[in-house]
């Protein structure tokens, strides 16, 4: 059974950083793309950022040069290291996994970040 455990939400002033951590299981990072969404309440949810297998990499627009995105294929975790976050960065982070074929991805519960203004 695939599982993903994020974490490292919090509250941060804007202009600070976080670094959520997503923690997989019952999964093979040689099968599976892994990245993060986020959620305002009452809005869609929308991609942040994501990693293959070879280690190819997305970013939304909103987030290039502010946010990086990695793998430790050994402790099979998927950071996210969120640097120069503004009040609009605010929201609910999901790690997802889809695997390669597959149209449906897992996703783990999330992580609230919360940036003050």
């Known amino acids: 059974e695939v599982q993903l455990q994020a974490s490292g939400g919090g509250l941060v002033q804007a202009g600070g950083s976080l670094r959520l951590s997503c923690v997989a299981s019952?999964?093979?990072?040689?099968?599976?793309?892994i990245g993060w969404f986020r959620q305002v309440s009452g809005k869609v949810r929308e991609a942040v950022a994501c990693?293959?297998?070879?280690?190819?990499?997305y970013y939304d627009d909103s987030v290039k040069g502010r946010f990086t995105i990695s793998s430790d294929h050994a402790k099979m975790t998927v950071p996210l290291q969120m640097n120069s976050l503004k009040p609009e960065d605010t929201a609910v982070y999901y790690c997802?996994?889809?695997?390669?074929?597959?149209?449906?991805?897992?996703w783990g519960k999330g992580t609230l970040v919360t940036v003050s203004s």
């Open positions: 997802y996994a889809l695997r390669w074929g597959r149209s449906t991805p897992n």
């Open positions: 019952g999964l093979s990072f040689d099968d599976y793309a």
């Open positions: 990693i293959t297998k070879d280690g190819a990499t």
